[in-house]
């Protein structure tokens, strides 16, 4: 059955967490923005609330899905809920949205691909009793960003453990993360085959972050470039252990944690992105109802932008609700999971330039619709740049037909 509906409790979850975007986030949005840093006694008090980002609603392992019944899965709403929540998230700001405390991206990697002793260990650090923590999630680098197969950073099997030398940039929490999920390889020349995922602890000898980037939009969020020279990391770190590495059909076991991520992440990225253009729409349709006259041309022509972005914000939506709807079921969702992530940042700059636009010079000024234009790009580019995006949906509409992409 197809139902737009949401249940009681999904609307309560949605309602609960506007009234935090509304009342918490905004007063401190602009603040944040300017100060390119969310206050610590802001996050020390949400993180007494026991508020925190959630990505790991997706990290259930396929042999965990296997187990269940169909039943049992279609009872799961942890990806619906996600998504309806990164939505009102986003609206209230989305760079404070990703400062929240908690494992954040590193979360689903751990959560899917970790060992039991391992998600233990990683996850129940974050406690609302203590000083807000965070885990990051460490894939991208000078040489590697869309092509992963690229990756630099090594890892060289010593006893005990592994050596890892690289360089990892653009990663969100990287500073401030008590651990960060890091991607390396163990030969160069195996491809994917060579990726291994490994949990490093903040404070490991050699692990040290060099610089904080200087971004156009999402500046409250950390952005780190971090360095590893000769770090120890032990076996134990290894995510899912040696044997996650061993006996499987195509050797790709690290690669295949990190895009099992994305597939786990794209939809709340484009729920926030959803976010981000319904925040700049409703700010610019209120201006217009009260500043402009309600008649004549420039009315008329501001009133079907907003119908188009109307239009645009309810379909990134629903593109977005299929993908975590296919989650909770325990389908598999990549293709779905690019088409929402790929079509809400286009929108989200879609939308947030057309409001620039009605707003005129207004909306240039330390003004919020300007914060959105500038956070939206980022939408647009970061979990996979759009041209990515297109590539993945093109191979799983066409492959399996023969044509390759
Ligand atoms: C604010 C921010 C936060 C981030 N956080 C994280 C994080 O926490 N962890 C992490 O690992 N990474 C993170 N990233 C990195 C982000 O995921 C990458 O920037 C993104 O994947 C693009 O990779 P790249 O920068 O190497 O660009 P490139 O891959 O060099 O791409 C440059 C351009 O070439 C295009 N292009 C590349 N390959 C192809 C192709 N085959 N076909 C068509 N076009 C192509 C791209 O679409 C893009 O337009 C973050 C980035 C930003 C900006």
Redesign the pocket.
């Known amino acids: 059955m197809i139902t737009y509906e949401l249940t009681p409790h999904q609307s309560q979850v949605k309602e609960v967490v506007h009234w935090f975007a509304e009342n918490e986030m905004r007063p401190v949005s602009m603040i944040a923005d300017q100060l390119k840093k969310v206050p610590d006694d802001w996050l020390d008090k949400v993180n007494l609330l026991g508020i925190s980002l959630s990505m790991s609603s997706f990290g259930e392992s396929n042999d965990d899905k296997k187990k269940k019944d169909f039943k049992k899965a279609k009872e799961r709403q942890g990806n619906r809920l996600g998504v309806i929540a990164s939505e009102e998230l986003g609206w209230g700001d989305c760079a404070i949205a990703l400062t929240l405390p908690g494992p954040g991206?590193g979360g689903p990697p751990v959560q899917h691909s970790g060992t039991p002793e391992q998600k233990e260990r990683f996850l129940s650090i974050f406690s609302r009793d203590e000083k807000p923590k965070w885990g990051?999630?460490?894939?991208?680098e000078p040489e590697?960003?869309?092509?992963v197969s690229g990756l630099q950073t090594t890892a060289v099997k010593v006893d005990g453990g592994y050596v890892i030398n690289g360089q990892?940039i653009?990663?969100?929490n990287?500073k401030r993360a008590s651990w960060v999920v890091v991607f390396a390889t163990v030969d160069r020349n195996l491809g994917r085959a060579g990726h291994r995922a490994f949990v490093i602890e903040k404070g490991t000898p050699g692990f040290s972050c060099s610089r904080l980037a200087e971004?156009m939009g999402?500046r409250a969020?950390e952005?780190a470039e971090l360095v590893f020279e000769d770090c120890f990391v032990p076996d134990e770190n290894l995510l899912g252990g040696e044997e996650a590495y061993v006996n499987k059909a195509n050797g790709s076991g690290g690669f295949r944690v990190a895009m099992k991520t994305f597939d786990n992440t794209r939809p709340i990225i484009a729920a926030m992105a959803t976010g981000i253009a319904r925040a700049s729409y409703e700010y610019t349709l209120d201006f217009v109802k009260r500043e402009y006259p309600q008649h004549g041309n420039h009315y008329h022509q501001a009133l079907r932008l907003f119908s188009e972005m109307q239009q645009k914000i309810q379909g990134a939506r629903l593109l977005t609700w299929e993908a975590a709807w296919k989650a909770d079921l325990g389908k598999a969702n990549a293709k779905e999971a690019a088409m929402c992530k790929a079509y809400g940042g286009k929108i989200a700059l879609e939308v947030t330039s057309a409001c620039q636009e009605i707003l005129g010079p207004y909306g240039l000024e330390g003004h919020l619709v300007e914060k959105l234009y500038r956070d939206a790009k980022?939408y647009d580019?970061?979990?996979?740049?759009?041209?990515?995006q297109q590539?993945i949906i093109a191979r799983h509409l066409y492959e399996p037909y023969g044509l390759r992409v």
């Open positions: 991206l990051a999630y460490a894939l991208t590697a960003g869309s092509d990892k653009f990663i969100t990287g971004k999402l969020s952005t980022i580019i970061f979990e996979g740049t759009n041209q990515i590539l």
